[in-house]
């Protein structure tokens, strides 16, 4: 069985930065993408983040390109997504998500079986 455990959120000033982890177990992590969302309150979880399993491929949403980034290191099996220059309309619940198939990198929720319980990340202004 796949288990995320995330970390990391809490509170932070605006131009604030925080670095979430996302320990995972259960498979061969360096075998699978991973991926961020979140979702912020009344809103549709939305995606942030995706890396590829060798950490050589990385995508963001527009909204937070040049102030995420998001590394793996598959000795620790642990996935991370580096804040920086945080605004509050990051404010969300942010979740690290792994699909179900070897090598891909999905795009949509629907394929990303295995999901975090969430960490609050809250920005104020």
């Known amino acids: 069985q796949v288990l995320l455990v995330e970390s990391g959120g809490g509170l932070v000033q605006a131009g604030g930065s925080l670095r979430l982890s996302c320990a995972a177990s259960?498979?061969?992590?360096?075998?699978?993408?991973m991926a961020w969302f979140r979702q912020a309150p009344g809103k549709e979880r939305e995606f942030v983040a995706r890396i590829s399993s060798g950490g050589g491929t990385t995508y963001y949403t527009d909204s937070v390109k040049g102030r995420f980034t998001i590394s793996r290191d598959n000795a620790k099996n642990t996935v991370y997504l580096q804040m920086n220059s945080l605004k509050p309309e990051d404010t969300a619940v942010y979740y690290c998500a792994a699909p179900g198939t070897r090598w891909s990198m999905p795009v949509h929720t629907s394929e990303y079986p295995y999901w975090g319980q969430g960490t609050q990340v809250t920005v104020s202004s």
């Open positions: 259960g498979r061969t992590f360096s075998s699978y993408a």
